[in-house]
């Protein structure tokens, strides 16, 4: 059984969903209170979404400044996989985990509706176990997702596959009206160059039961488990 | 600090009458102080104590063996769902503040109706929010929608609430005053119920939440007038600005904060503020209550008592703490960095006690304020305009020759058309309970064992449950309670129960929001007391007890009163996940079957009455609207859970607004994959009265059955247009296996329901035959129309 | 003293905000704006102190959390 840490900063909300998630999936889930200065023993770490100080300033500007992001930030440098999801990204990108920015939505309104994902780099600790072609079906929900970054960062992300995932229609075709916020080449989550630290705007932790409507995100998270588990069986 | 001095003039600023004024002499056996003054009028509003509509509401039914908390007793209503669980849930009006200035005026209505389930010690799960707006082609109106949907989307999204139901039309009633009417739930466990009592003589009373500044004051009374041009410029520096951030905070911080037991009661302030927090704490408890407004955090300089005992500043709680427990309160909100101050006691005066730098400045006996306040009996007298709408006769209107261009038209109309410009800025599906989000009849939410508020974790924790399914709603056509408040009003209970059937819920209890206008108008007085008559019957009808409510009259604009809307949001129980029910087709070749009455065979105006098609094509709000049969409904509904839950049903849609082509026309477009990416799929409908072979494979296999309702066969003149657009109550369309439609069909004949096979679902198009009239298109080019109308026309 | 710091989008950042305002400002007849971009405006109020020290501050705060220098471009002003 796998342990994971899912942080909590005042105004975190889909913490609850990613525990009842991880706990679907029949791993451990215990809560990280944003003071603490410690992770413990985990053997990952997800930064949930949420409106982290109500996202004043920016979002994910002030949620950075905890306690717990610098344990973050060791676990990170030691290797440890960090998944940032909606605010958790924001929150990364903040922190200069990730590279780049999430800024207002194209259309200056939150939205929330399914989208489609097209997997670009199957070979990392967050995306192992998604089958080559297949076209993920998840929730968005963000006011602020449009990923933005200077061009040579976007030039680098490119070169060394580090987009992990883009927004497409349902047939995996990336195309202009897929996109739901605006995101420089329809770019939904990306990773650092270690490949340890990933962040993405839609939620796989809100599809992992059919009862919902999609189970894909499950395929996500066992991507992470299949890594803990190759981590352990090497070590 | 000199108070003014108390004049004839300052008592009738304060929206108090002579005798009212009287009242408040012999309460207190004196006259008041300012503060005093300041405290009756806003506890004497309407808003706060009911006192035009309480005779009315007292008829409402409000008992079954499922209420653990009943109306008026509490911030909300309770009801048992088994295992020792209980939903708490409650509507409530922002109209006047939305009006005003409506983002922030719908977000602090947001922020007001969380505060009143959390109260209750229940974690809020969803939320829906019923709308009203002027026509959408005005400016000025597309101003106040996109300012109340951003202001609704902004607070419930930061606080994590899914907004997963709702309605918005758009009438011009309603221009210059919206409505605003927000719904929430919360899921508790019975034992975990919190109560708004001062119990317990010397307990210390707490004030939580952000510094007390000048918002809102006396918003109560605000919400009590007729709104005016003028009322709107002078309120505009009074609107109350909403922190969704510090709410979430108060919440998480009150739910554990329960949890440990350490409390003996909890209020929000909500509208009067610490007024109203005091006085009903102290008043239900049948304690006093004695503060010190020194102690009170204070925002802004200066503030008086008046000002700091009517102040509505956002997401503050008072909480009444069992004595030597004081530091688990200080523990638990400094953890969550949020202000807190002891500011009283309990007392066992009965008097609620204001003091300033220790000098009182209210003393006030507690539950007289509230027993006490003003009844008024209002006159009533039937409208004058209700003759002309019933002398209204059909043939004043030509049949249709045109029945796709009827049908565009209504499809496109903004009270129809998908409100997917609205809910996709709601986050609708935080939570992992978002079972059928906004798009269908009715959403449903999944009750799980984290939905729960948690126990400490050192407790003995509770037997864990199965995954329960609840069904919202909120309804109410204000079209057919307009032209008949009692048939109208009781149709609203009765849509709102269909759409919980049709998504295979057994109706539990409802909440209800009467938005009128000025009460002082003996017309528009009457249209109260009818439809609280037709909501009270619709309810009983049900078994679905009125668990709380609201009531915001005075709502009209200078140029006259709005539509009468009772809004009905009810909640319903879905005893297994297989009986979840949506409202598109599924498969190609099923076969499409209508349950009830295609018209009303005695004819009320055949449905088109105030109908859609009515106010779209002829532009008239007129004739006798649909009637309301309660006890055919309550077939239907029965008959309708009894095959859904037998399997075999696919899909079930309430028929409303627009009538069977607009209902049939939704089946086929309104399933909803992913951005862009709605699943569409065609069908052939014959609704030709007569039992003639129907189109390809529309056939009639059982039209000859014995229990067969008379009625359709006596119809061969009816109009073909009320077939296709008329809004007759009592009626669903199902989808089913080719397979099952004769049995389908034939169990609820015999259970004393019309059905009759009306097509088939498959194709690309939409293939309508009623009588004479025929309508042939693309669904992919329907569903632009619908999809699109309402942003395109915000865009 | 007063100080100000006003956060701007850099001119490489799409500032949608902006855009519609300035299509607004169209339609409602307001003619010849050519751009429009919509940034913040923090007004601190600090000790009275040597204003290059307080600068210098406050320049570290703006860069390091109160803008994002990926998306954004600050200018302080004291006094």
């Given at each position: 059984m796998m342990r994971f840490a899912i942080l909590q900063f005042p105004a975190s909300n889909c913490d609850q969903d990613c525990v009842h998630a991880i706990r679907v999936l029949g791993h451990q889930a215990d809560y990280l209170w944003h003071k603490e200065e410690s992770l413990g023993a985990v053997d990952a770490v997800i930064v949930p979404g949420g409106f982290s100080y109500g996202d004043y300033l920016r979002c994910g500007a002030i949620a950075r400044f905890s306690p717990v992001m610098q344990a973050v930030r060791r676990f990170a440098d030691g290797g440890g996989l960090v998944l940032g999801i909606c605010n958790g990204f924001q929150i990364l990108c903040e922190a200069g985990l990730l590279p780049g920015a999430l800024i207002r939505n194209r259309s200056l309104q939150f939205r929330c509706e399914h989208i489609f994902l097209k997997t670009e780099n199957r070979t990392t600790p967050f995306t192992v176990n998604i089958p080559e072609g297949r076209v993920l079906r998840l929730p968005i929900a963000h006011g602020e997702g449009c990923y933005f970054a200077e061009p040579e960062t976007l030039a680098a992300l490119e070169q060394n596959h580090r987009i992990l995932w883009r927004y497409c229609n349902a047939s995996g075709e990336r195309t202009e009206g897929a996109n739901p916020n605006g995101s420089l080449g329809n770019i939904a989550g990306i990773c650092n160059e270690r490949g340890n630290v990933a962040g993405l705007m839609p939620h796989p932790e809100r599809a992992c039961e059919p009862i919902l409507g999609s189970d894909d995100g499950r395929l996500i998270f066992e991507s992470v488990l299949s890594a803990l588990n190759a981590g352990r069986a090497a070590a | 600090m000199t108070e003014p001095a108390i004049t004839p003039e300052l008592v009738a600023k304060h929206n108090?009458?002579?005798?009212?004024?009287?009242?408040?002499?012999?309460?207190?056996?004196?006259?008041?102080?300012?503060?005093?003054?300041?405290?009756?009028?806003?506890?004497?509003?309407?808003?706060?104590?009911?006192?035009?509509?309480?005779?009315?509401?007292?008829?409402?039914?409000?008992?079954?063996?499922?209420?653990?908390?009943?109306?008026?007793?509490?911030?909300?209503?309770?009801?048992?769902?088994?295992?020792?669980?209980?939903?708490?849930?409650?509507?409530?009006?922002?109209?006047?503040?939305?009006?005003?200035?409506?983002?922030?005026?719908?977000?602090?209505?947001?922020?007001?109706?969380?505060?009143?389930?959390?109260?209750?010690?229940?974690?809020?799960?969803?939320?829906?929010?019923?709308?009203?707006?002027?026509?959408?082609?005005?400016?000025?109106?597309?101003?106040?929608?996109?300012?109340?949907?951003?202001?609704?989307?902004?607070?419930?999204?930061?606080?994590?609430?899914?907004t997963v139901a709702g309605e918005v039309y758009f009438d011009r009633t309603f221009e210059g005053n919206p409505l605003v009417n927000v719904f929430c739930l919360g899921v508790l466990r019975h034992e975990q119920i919190a109560r708004g009592q001062a119990c317990g003589v010397g307990n210390p009373v707490f004030y939580v939440g952000p510094a007390t500044g000048r918002d809102g004051l006396a918003g109560a009374a605000f919400a009590s007038q007729d709104l005016t041009e003028e009322s709107a410029q002078q309120q505009r520096g009074a609107v109350q600005v909403g922190d969704p951030f510090m709410e979430k905070l108060v919440c998480e911080a009150c739910l554990e904060l329960l949890a440990t037991g350490a409390v003996a009661g909890i209020q929000d302030m909500g509208a009067a503020g610490l007024t109203c927090s005091t006085c009903e704490t102290a008043g239900r408890a049948g304690t006093g209550i004695e503060i010190e407004l020194t102690r009170v955090p204070q925002r802004a300089p200066d503030m008086t008592p008046y000002e700091i005992m009517l102040s509505e500043s956002q997401e503050r709680m008072l909480i009444i703490v069992h004595k030597g427990r004081e530091e688990e309160v200080k523990r638990i909100f400094d953890k969550w960095d949020l202000p807190w101050s002891e500011i009283g006691f309990v007392t066992d005066t009965g008097h609620m006690v204001v003091k300033n730098h220790g000098q009182v400045v209210a003393d006030i006996p507690a539950r007289l304020i509230a027993d006490e306040s003003p009844v008024c009996e209002r006159e009533a007298r039937e409208p004058a305009y209700l003759r002309e709408v019933r002398g209204f006769r059909l043939d004043a209107v030509p049949e249709t020759t045109d029945a796709l261009a009827d049908l565009k038209a209504l499809l496109a109309w903004p009270t129809i058309a998908s409100k997917n410009w609205v809910y996709r800025q709601y986050d609708h599906m935080v939570r992992n309970g978002s079972t059928v989000c906004p798009g269908s009849d009715a959403a449903v939410i999944r009750v799980k064992a984290d939905s729960v508020p948690a126990l400490p974790a050192d407790a003995p924790q509770p037997a864990p449950f199965a995954d329960k399914f609840l069904a919202i709603t909120s309804d109410c056509n204000a079209a057919h309670v307009y032209l008949d408040p009692y048939e109208g009003s009781k149709g609203a209970v009765a849509e709102a129960a269909r759409n919980l059937v049709c998504s295979?819920?057994?109706?539990?209890?409802?909440?209800?929001?009467?938005?009128?206008?000025?009460?002082?108008?003996?017309?528009?007085?009457?249209?109260?007391?009818?439809?609280?008559?037709?909501?009270?019957?619709?309810?009983?009808?049900?078994?679905?007890?009125?668990?709380?409510?609201?009531?915001?009259?005075?709502?009209?604009?200078?140029?006259?009163?709005?539509?009468?809307?009772?809004?009905?949001?009810?909640?319903?129980?879905?005893?297994?996940?297989?009986?979840?029910?949506?409202?598109?087709?599924?498969?190609?070749?099923?076969?499409?079957?209508?349950?009830?009455?295609?018209?009303?065979?005695?004819?009320?105006?055949?449905?088109?009455?105030?109908?859609?098609?009515?106010?779209?094509?002829?532009?008239?709000?007129?004739?006798?609207?649909?009637?309301?049969?309660?006890?055919?409904?309550?077939?239907?509904?029965?008959?309708?859970?009894?095959?859904?839950?037998?399997?075999?049903?696919?899909?079930?849609?309430?028929?409303?607004?627009?009538?069977?082509?607009?209902?049939?026309?939704?089946?086929?477009?309104?399933?909803?994959?992913?951005?862009?990416?709605?699943?569409?799929?065609?069908?052939?409908?014959?609704?030709?009265?007569?039992?003639?072979?129907?189109?390809?494979?529309?056939?009639?296999?059982?039209?000859?059955?014995?229990?067969?309702?008379?009625?359709?066969?006596?119809?061969?003149?009816?109009?073909?247009?009320?077939?296709?657009?008329?809004?007759?109550?009592?009626?669903?369309?199902?989808?089913?296996?080719?397979?099952?439609?004769?049995?389908?069909?034939?169990?609820?004949?015999?259970?004393?329901?019309?059905?009759?096979?009306?097509?088939?679902?498959?194709?690309?198009?939409?293939?309508?035959?009623?009588?004479?009239?025929?309508?042939?298109?693309?669904?992919?080019?329907?569903?632009?129309?619908?999809?699109?109308?309402?942003?395109?026309?915000?865009? | 003293m007063k100080v100000s710091i006003i956060i701007m989008p850099k001119k490489a950042v799409l500032?949608?905000?902006?855009?519609?305002?300035?299509?607004?400002?169209?339609?409602?007849?307001?003619?010849?704006?050519?751009?429009?971009?919509?940034?913040?405006?923090?007004?601190?109020?600090?000790?009275?102190g040597d204003p290059e020290t307080v600068r210098a501050r406050l320049d570290e705060a703006a860069h390091r959390f109160l803008s994002n220098p990926v998306i954004e471009d600050y200018r302080i002003e004291i006094g």
């Open positions: - | 108090l009458t002579p005798e009212e004024y009287a009242k408040i002499l012999e309460i207190l056996g004196r006259e008041p102080s300012f503060t005093e003054l300041g405290i009756f009028s806003v506890m004497w509003s309407e808003h706060c104590s009911y006192k035009n509509t309480k005779p009315l509401l007292r008829t409402f039914p409000t008992q079954s063996p499922k209420v653990l908390v009943g109306a008026g007793e509490e911030n909300a209503g309770i009801l048992d769902i088994g295992d020792g669980l209980g939903v708490a849930f409650k509507m409530e009006s922002h109209n006047h503040p939305s009006a005003v200035e409506p983002f922030q005026g719908a977000a602090t209505g947001v922020g007001g109706i969380l505060r009143d389930i959390f109260t209750m010690g229940a974690r809020p799960i969803a939320a829906l929010d019923s709308l009203r707006f002027g026509e959408i082609t005005n400016p000025e109106v597309r101003r106040l929608f996109s300012g109340v949907v951003g202001g609704i989307a902004h607070y419930g999204n930061c606080f994590g609430i899914p295979g819920a057994v109706p539990l209890g409802v909440t209800d929001n009467l938005n009128f206008g000025n009460p002082h108008n003996p017309e528009l007085f009457w249209q109260l007391r009818e439809a609280v008559r037709g909501l009270a019957d619709g309810c009983r009808a049900f078994d679905t007890p009125v668990t709380g409510g609201n009531c915001s009259l005075y709502n009209q604009n200078p140029k006259g009163p709005i539509d009468p809307v009772p809004t009905v949001a009810m909640v319903g129980l879905i005893e297994k996940p297989e009986h979840i029910t949506t409202q598109w087709f599924k498969d190609e070749g099923d076969a499409i079957i209508l349950l009830g009455e295609p018209v009303d065979g005695e004819d009320p105006l055949l449905g088109l009455g105030g109908s859609a098609w009515l106010q779209v094509r002829h532009g008239r709000k007129t004739g006798i609207p649909p009637r309301c049969d309660l006890e055919q409904a309550g077939i239907l509904h029965t008959t309708l859970l009894g095959l859904i839950r037998a399997g075999g049903i696919k899909s079930a849609h309430d028929c409303s607004e627009g009538g069977l082509a607009v209902c049939v026309a939704e089946s086929c477009m309104s399933r909803l994959e992913a951005r862009h990416s709605s699943r569409l799929i065609g069908a052939q409908v014959d609704l030709t009265p007569e039992p003639a072979p129907g189109p390809a494979n529309g056939g009639e296999p059982t039209d000859k059955s014995p229990a067969a309702p008379a009625g359709n066969n006596a119809l061969p003149s009816v109009r073909s247009d009320a077939l296709l657009f008329g809004e007759g109550q009592n009626r669903v369309v199902v989808s089913c296996a080719e397979l099952d439609a004769v049995k389908i069909v034939e169990r609820a004949r015999l259970m004393g329901v019309p059905a009759r096979r009306i097509g088939t679902v498959g194709g690309e198009a939409l293939r309508m035959k009623a009588g004479g009239l025929e309508l042939s298109a693309p669904v992919a080019e329907l569903h632009d129309i619908w999809w699109n109308s309402l942003g395109r026309a915000m865009a | 500032d949608p905000q902006g855009k519609t305002v300035q299509s607004a400002l169209e339609h409602m007849g307001y003619d010849g704006v050519q751009d429009v971009r919509v940034g913040k405006y923090l007004e601190i109020e600090v000790k009275d």
